[in-house]
């Protein structure tokens, strides 16, 4: 199936952490806290302006980005656990 979100939503895929910590001692599953940091899977065409224009959004395809710990809504696509955020949302791109 394919998604493809409308307006300035993006559909975002969590990144997971790793379960172990700098010194070594592993976190168990119900320790751990969602992830705020994701990869964007896909992108609406925008929002329109007070002219009718189309404007685009500043994320694309591919992005990590970082959100907010209680943003956007939760669900589920061909069996993965996918989310979707509005760009306002989304507070940064992250560069490595």
Not at 41 to 56: C, E, L, W
Not at 68 to 94: F, N, P, R, Y
């Amino acid at each position: 199936m394919s998604f493809r979100p409308l307006g300035d939503r993006v559909l975002v895929k969590r990144v997971e952490e790793e379960a172990k910590t700098k010194g070594g001692i592993i976190i168990p599953d119900t320790a751990k806290e969602k992830p705020q940091e994701g990869e964007v899977v896909a992108v609406g065409p925008g929002t329109r302006n007070d002219k009718g224009d189309v404007v685009a959004l500043d994320v694309k395809a591919g992005d990590r980005v970082l959100f907010g710990k209680w943003g956007g809504t939760e669900v589920k696509i061909d069996g993965e656990d996918l989310l979707i955020l509005k760009e306002s949302d989304i507070l940064g791109i992250v560069t490595r």
